[in-house]
């Protein structure tokens, strides 16, 4: 099993900053790596696919980079509607989540 | 526009089973795969199965097979999840889910509650 380890566990961000979240690999997965935002009591949302693909309807502040077994998700200028659990999947080899990192108002 | 609208679940006695259902509209769900997503009570997501387009293939994670069970039902934009010897660490909101690349479209979710 493709282990998924996402970092920090928590971001504290303040309303118009930059926040980067990151996601590791345990093993190559080329770029099949989507990301996804949940809010309390709602379903997650697809962000990006295909690691850097934006999903239909996502802001363009939504960013996302990496290949392999190195991933990142860049939010340029952090919008009060986009504190959240943010989480990374991978789908090269069955279908694994990361743990969630959770973005919260500093 | 795409919905994904989710029935069963509730609370259920360890061992005992449960079928959860799925009705899906604004694509074409005969062309698509399917999955079941599940996150526990303040934790993370696990997905848990999937069925081709066709239903002729299936997979599961390894915590679950032998006791539930994917289904389709392509006339009727239906899918669903027959859980069966449940435990309690299935406690568990369950979410259907389109499977392309990542998990476009989800349903509402439907919470499945073991007791022991």
């Known amino acids: 099993e493709i282990v998924m380890t996402q970092s920090p566990a928590t971001l504290s961000v303040s309303p118009g900053e930059r926040a980067t979240l990151s996601c590791r690999a345990s093993?190559?997965?080329?770029?099949?790596l989507a990301w996804y935002q949940q809010k309390p009591g709602q379903p997650p949302r697809l962000l990006i696919s295909g690691a850097s693909a934006r999903a239909t309807g996502i802001p363009a502040r939504f960013s996302g980079s990496g290949s392999g077994t190195e991933f990142t998700l860049t939010i340029s200028s952090l919008q009060s509607e986009d504190f959240a659990v943010y989480y990374c999947q991978q789908y090269n080899n069955w279908k694994t989540f990361g743990q969630g990192t959770k973005v919260e108002i500093k | 526009e795409v919905h994904l609208v989710q029935s069963g679940g509730g609370l259920v006695q360890r061992g005992g089973s449960v079928r959860l259902s799925c009705v899906v509209s604004?694509?074409?769900?005969?062309?698509?795969?399917m999955s079941w997503v599940r996150q526990a009570p303040g934790k993370g997501l696990e997905w848990v199965a999937n069925i081709k387009e066709d239903g002729s293939a299936k997979y599961y994670v390894d915590s679950v097979k032998g006791r539930f069970i994917i289904s389709r039902d392509n006339a009727e934009n239906a899918l669903y999840l027959q859980m069966n010897n449940l435990r309690v660490e299935d406690t568990a909101v369950y979410y259907c889910?389109?499977?392309?690349?990542?998990?476009?479209?989800w349903g509402q979710g439907t919470l499945v509650t073991v007791s022991s």
């Open positions: 604004g694509f074409t769900f005969r062309r698509r795969w």
């Open positions: 093993e190559s997965v080329s770029r099949d």
């Open positions: 889910a389109r499977d392309d690349a990542g998990f476009d479209y």
